[in-house]
C-alpha cells in the first residue's frame, strides 16, 4: 500500500465533523489541517480532533497536504476548488459539485492540464444496501430496469435548522440538496440520463422558522420547493422523481426500479444501509439474500437506533485510485452529470420544455465486498 495522502478540510461547519470522525476508518488518507475564512471555526476543529488549524491560504501552501476537502457552502463550490485546483492539489468537493455544468467543465479542463484528480460527494450509493441492489440488477435476475420512481418529501427544514436561509435560495431546494444522493445512486444502477422534463412550483412564498434561536423569523423563498420530474436514461428506461418541502405526510417508498422480470425496492439513497427487498415475475415480495457487505454494518447509534455511515469512503477510493492509476467511483464526470440533470430539471420546470443533457458519463464501477473491505483500516472500530 502506498503512503497516505494528506488531507486538508477547508469549511469548518457542521458537515466537518462527518469527515474528521470517520476519514480514520480508512486506508489511504489522514486528514492533518482544517481551514475556514473564520479561524476561530478552524482553532475548535483543529483542538477538537488533535489537527492543526491552518488559514486557506495556509492549507493550500501545506507541503503535506494532497487533497483538500471543500466543504464550503455550495454557492462557493466551484470558486473553491478552482483555487484548490490551481494550487496544485486534489480536490473532493461536497455535494453539489457545483451549481452549472460549464463551472465542471471549467474544473475539468483546469485539472487535466495538472494531471490532478476531482472527486464530489455523495458517496452513499457505496453503501451496501445500494452495492445490494447494484449486484441484483446487474446480476440479471430482474431483467433489464424499465422504469422507476423516486419519491424525497418532507415539510423542509425551518423546523430543526438554526439557519435555514440557504435552503430556500437559488442553489438550494430539495433538488439540488437532496436530489444528488438520489440522482447519483439511479446512475450507479441504471447509468447516464438522456432528458428530462419537469412541473416546479413554489407554493409557499415564504417561511416562518420554528427553531431556535430564531423563532419566528421569516425567511424568503426564491428557489422551487416542489418538483416533478420525469428522467429518460441512455438504456430507454423511464423514472419519475417527485421531491418536496411541501408534505407533512406522505406513503411512497424512496426508491423502486421495475424490471422486465421483476421489481426491486431501494431504501433512502441518504444513507448507507437499509433493507433491500425484491420480487420476481409476481411472486411476493422478499428481502434480498444476506449479504455481508462493510459498509451496511451499523455503526453509530442515532435517535431512531443504529445505522450505517462510511461517509469518507468515496474521498478514500480516490486517494487508492491515485495511488493505484484507476479511475475512482466518486467521480468529477458523474457528479458533473448529475448536476446536468438537476439543473436541467429546474430549467425544464421554467422553459415547460424536454431538455436534452449536455453531458453524459460510464456507470461507477461496482463497489463489492471484497473492494470495501480493502478500502477500510485496520484500525476500524
Given at each position: 500500500?502506498?503512503?497516505?495522502?494528506?488531507?486538508?478540510?477547508?469549511?469548518?461547519?457542521?458537515?466537518?465533523?462527518?469527515?474528521?470522525?470517520?476519514?480514520?476508518?480508512?486506508?489511504?488518507?489522514?486528514?492533518?489541517?482544517?481551514?475556514?475564512?473564520?479561524?476561530?471555526?478552524?482553532?475548535?476543529?483543529?483542538?477538537?480532533?488533535?489537527?492543526?488549524?491552518?488559514?486557506?491560504?495556509?492549507?493550500?501552501?501545506?507541503?503535506?497536504?494532497?487533497?483538500?476537502?471543500?466543504?464550503?457552502?455550495?454557492?462557493?463550490?466551484?470558486?473553491?476548488?478552482?483555487?484548490?485546483?490551481?494550487?496544485?492539489?486534489?480536490?473532493?468537493?461536497?455535494?453539489?459539485?457545483?451549481?452549472?455544468?460549464?463551472?465542471?467543465?471549467?474544473?475539468?479542463?483546469?485539472?487535466?492540464?495538472?494531471?490532478?484528480?476531482?472527486?464530489?460527494?455523495?458517496?452513499?450509493?457505496?453503501?451496501?444496501?445500494?452495492?445490494?441492489?447494484?449486484?441484483?440488477?446487474?446480476?440479471?435476475?430482474?431483467?433489464?430496469?424499465?422504469?422507476?420512481?423516486?419519491?424525497?418529501?418532507?415539510?423542509?427544514?425551518?423546523?430543526?435548522?438554526?439557519?435555514?436561509?440557504?435552503?430556500?435560495q437559488p442553489g438550494g431546494g430539495p433538488i439540488l440538496d437532496l436530489?444528488?444522493?438520489?440522482?447519483?445512486?439511479?446512475?450507479?444502477?441504471?447509468?447516464?440520463?438522456?432528458?428530462?422534463?419537469?412541473?416546479?412550483?413554489?407554493?409557499?412564498?415564504?417561511?416562518?422558522?420554528?427553531?431556535?434561536?430564531?423563532?419566528?423569523?421569516?425567511?424568503?423563498?426564491?428557489?422551487?420547493?416542489?418538483?416533478?420530474?420525469?428522467?429518460?436514461?441512455?438504456?430507454?428506461?423511464?423514472?419519475?422523481?417527485?421531491?418536496?418541502?411541501?408534505?407533512?405526510?406522505?406513503?411512497?417508498?424512496?426508491?423502486?426500479?421495475?424490471?422486465?422480470?421483476?421489481?426491486?425496492?431501494?431504501?433512502?439513497?441518504?444513507?448507507?444501509?437499509?433493507?433491500?427487498?425484491?420480487?420476481?415475475?409476481?411472486?411476493?415480495?422478499?428481502?434480498?439474500?444476506?449479504?455481508?457487505?462493510?459498509?451496511?454494518?451499523?455503526?453509530?447509534k442515532h435517535s431512531q437506533g443504529a445505522m450505517a455511515?462510511?461517509?469518507?469512503?468515496?474521498?478514500?477510493?480516490?486517494?487508492?485510485?491515485?495511488?493505484?492509476?484507476?479511475?475512482?467511483?466518486?467521480?468529477?464526470?458523474?457528479?458533473?452529470?448529475?448536476?446536468?440533470?438537476?439543473?436541467?430539471?429546474?430549467?425544464?420546470?421554467?422553459?415547460?420544455?424536454?431538455?436534452?443533457?449536455?453531458?453524459?458519463?460510464?456507470?461507477?464501477?461496482?463497489?463489492?465486498?471484497?473492494?470495501?473491505?480493502?478500502?477500510?483500516?485496520?484500525?476500524?472500530?
Amino acid at each position: 500500500m502506498a503512503k497516505k495522502l494528506g488531507v486538508g478540510i477547508i469549511g469548518c461547519g457542521n458537515i466537518s465533523t462527518t469527515y474528521f470522525q470517520l476519514a480514520p476508518l480508512f486506508k489511504g488518507i489522514e486528514v492533518r489541517a482544517g481551514a475556514d475564512i473564520n479561524m476561530d471555526a478552524a482553532k475548535a476543529r483543529a483542538k477538537e480532533y488533535g489537527v492543526r488549524a491552518e488559514s486557506v491560504d495556509g492549507l493550500l501552501k501545506s507541503d503535506d497536504i494532497d487533497i483538500v476537502v471543500n466543504l464550503t457552502v455550495p454557492a462557493v463550490h466551484y470558486d473553491v476548488s478552482k483555487q484548490v485546483l490551481d494550487a496544485g492539489k486534489h480536490v473532493y468537493s461536497e455535494k453539489p459539485f457545483v451549481l452549472a455544468v460549464k463551472e465542471g467543465l471549467d474544473l475539468k479542463k483546469r485539472a487535466d492540464k495538472k494531471g490532478l484528480r476531482v472527486g464530489s460527494a455523495p458517496d452513499t450509493f457505496l453503501g451496501g444496501a445500494h452495492q445490494l441492489a447494484r449486484d441484483l440488477i446487474d446480476s440479471g435476475k430482474l431483467g433489464r430496469i424499465t422504469s422507476g420512481t423516486c419519491h424525497v418529501m418532507s415539510h423542509g427544514m425551518e423546523h430543526w435548522h438554526p439557519n435555514p436561509d440557504f435552503f430556500f435560495q437559488p442553489g438550494g431546494g430539495p433538488i439540488l440538496d437532496l436530489g444528488p444522493y438520489y440522482i447519483s445512486n439511479l446512475i450507479q444502477l441504471i447509468g447516464p440520463v438522456k432528458r428530462v422534463a419537469a412541473l416546479t412550483t413554489i407554493p409557499a412564498k415564504e417561511r416562518t422558522i420554528t427553531s431556535k434561536p430564531r423563532y419566528g423569523e421569516k425567511v424568503p423563498v426564491n428557489t422551487p420547493t416542489t418538483i416533478l420530474a420525469l428522467l429518460e436514461f441512455e438504456n430507454g428506461a423511464a423514472v419519475t422523481f417527485n421531491a418536496s418541502w411541501d408534505v407533512w405526510d406522505h406513503g411512497h417508498a424512496p426508491m423502486e426500479l421495475y424490471g422486465e422480470e421483476g421489481t426491486i425496492h431501494v431504501p433512502d439513497p441518504n444513507f448507507f444501509g437499509g433493507a433491500v427487498r425484491y420480487s420476481k415475475s409476481g411472486k411476493p415480495v422478499k428481502k434480498a439474500p444476506k449479504w455481508d457487505h462493510p459498509f451496511g454494518v451499523p455503526n453509530q447509534k442515532h435517535s431512531q437506533g443504529a445505522m450505517a455511515n462510511y461517509r469518507s469512503a468515496g474521498l478514500a477510493d480516490m486517494a487508492i485510485a491515485i495511488a493505484e492509476g484507476r479511475p475512482h467511483r466518486c467521480s468529477l464526470e458523474a457528479a458533473l452529470h448529475a448536476v446536468d440533470v438537476m439543473t436541467s430539471i429546474l430549467k425544464s420546470g421554467e422553459t415547460g420544455k424536454f431538455i436534452d443533457m449536455q453531458t453524459t458519463c460510464e456507470r461507477p464501477a461496482a463497489l463489492g465486498i471484497k473492494e470495501a473491505k480493502a478500502l477500510l483500516s485496520k484500525k476500524k472500530k
